[in-house]
Structure formats: structure tokens, C-alpha cells
């Protein structure tokens, strides 16, 4: 399975740019950017989403990736890890349903 870093990489190679021009975008340093690709360094969410334009990427799928890996790297060590993710997902499935019935009142 791919890293975060791996698809950036992937994808920005895929465009034929190079890592300096990516980070120039970005308005980071190229190491940095180097970094990120690696997997030494997460991105932030406004970095993630600005390379989904920058790469003309899917925004959905790169920030998905880069929510879960902030979701491995919380819990990979826990014992209770899967029951932790199985029980946030039926909280979330119910935060959604009543922010659904919220906004649909009129």
C-alpha cells in the first residue's frame, strides 16, 4: 500500500515536474517537499490541498490519505486500535445523519 508521500511523488513525476517547481508552488523548501515525498514529514491539510491543485489531483482521495495516516500514526500503537476506529466510525456515521436532518430544516 502506498504512503501519502509515495502518490505526491507518483504524481508529480507523472506531470513531469520537477520537485523545485512543486515547492516553489508550495512555498516551501524543496528539502522539505523531499521530506514529505519520503515519508519523514506529514504535510499539513492546506499543503495536501494545494497540491491537489498544483497536481490537478483528486482532492477527496489525497486528503483521505492524509487523514489516515494521521489516523495510523494516532492509534498504531494502541491495543484497542480497531475497536477505536470501529466505534469513531459509528460516531461519525451519526454526527453526519444529524448534521443532514439540521441542515435540511427549513
Do not use: F, W
Amino acid at each position: 500500500m502506498k504512503t501519502l508521500g509515495q502518490s505526491i511523488r507518483e504524481l508529480r513525476k507523472s506531470k513531469g515536474l520537477l520537485i523545485r517547481e512543486v515547492a516553489a508552488e508550495l512555498r516551501i523548501d524543496p528539502s522539505l517537499l523531499s521530506r514529505i515525498e519520503r515519508g519523514d514529514k506529514r504535510p499539513t491539510r492546506a499543503q495536501v490541498v494545494h497540491l491537489s491543485e498544483i497536481l490537478n489531483a483528486n482532492q477527496s482521495d489525497l486528503l483521505a490519505d492524509y487523514l489516515s495516516e494521521r489516523v495510523v500514526s494516532t492509534l498504531c500503537d494502541e491495543e484497542v486500535a480497531l475497536q477505536a476506529i470501529s466505534l469513531a466510525e459509528k460516531k461519525i456515521i451519526i454526527i453526519v445523519q444529524r448534521r443532514r436532518v439540521a441542515n435540511a430544516v427549513p
